[in-house]
Each structure stands twice: as C-alpha cells, then as structure tokens.
C-alpha cells in the first residue's frame, strides 16, 4: 500500500488542524493506521492509531482529549484533526499502516509509511 499524507502547514497556538491519509492499493481495511510525528532532533513517536474497522483507538498521553483519529475504509483515508495545538506539537506528521491485526506503538510494528506533513504551531 501506498501512503500520501496531506494537510500540514502553520498554525497559531490554540488553533485547529486536520490531516488527511490517502491510500492506494487494496485491501485498506486490512490495515491498522497511525500516526507518528518527528520533531527536529528528535526520534520519530507514536501519536495515534485506529483499529482496521474503526472501532477502537489508543492516543499517546501528549495528544489525548486534544487529538482524534479516524478513517473511512469506503475513501481509503485516514485523519487526523488537532484541537487546541501547542508549539511543541511542531513536527512533522506521517501515517503508517500495519499488517497486524493489533494496535500497536512501535515503530517497527508498521510495514508502510507515507512521506510526512509538516505541522508548525507558532506561539
């Protein structure tokens, strides 16, 4: 499967975002998706992911209550919306499929991933 992710770009503290994550290839469903982010300097974390149905969703503490992940397996899409940003949300953002049928948060859980979208929040 191929990965594209979109909707990045800089936004004022407070403010709001929602990334898109289009993908090609069949068999999304098949997928769980996430998101991670990478910050300069930093290592690449998880964010987010979705199970292959929707039903279930696991967020990483930093974004919990500010952050929803969701997908529409008719589109092939992933997102994710961002409320209330904060400078260090800034990073850049890529969405990740994983064969396995658990949610995971391990970066080597995931067999692909999309080129990234950079997300500044200005303070």
């Known amino acids: 499967v191929q990965l594209q992710a979109s909707g990045g770009g800089l936004v004022q503290a407070g403010g709001s975002l929602r990334l898109s994550c289009a993908a090609s290839?069949?068999?999304?469903?098949?997928?769980?998706m996430a998101w991670f982010r990478q910050a300069p300097g930093k290592e690449r974390e998880f964010v987010a992911s979705?199970?292959?149905?929707?039903?279930?969703?696991y967020y990483a503490d930093s974004v919990k209550g500010r952050f929803t992940i969701s997908r529409d397996n008719a589109e092939n899409t992933v997102h994710l919306q961002m409320h209330s940003l904060k400078p260090e949300d800034t990073a850049v953002y890529y969405c990740?499929?994983?064969?396995?049928?658990?949610?995971?948060?391990?970066?080597?859980?995931?067999?692909?991933w999309g080129q990234g979208t950079q997300v500044t929040v200005s303070s």
């Open positions: 290839g069949r068999a999304f469903s098949s997928y769980v």
């Open positions: 990740a499929a994983d064969k396995g049928a658990a949610i995971r948060v391990g970066l080597e859980a995931y067999d692909y």
């Open positions: 979705i199970s292959r149905g929707g039903g279930s969703t």
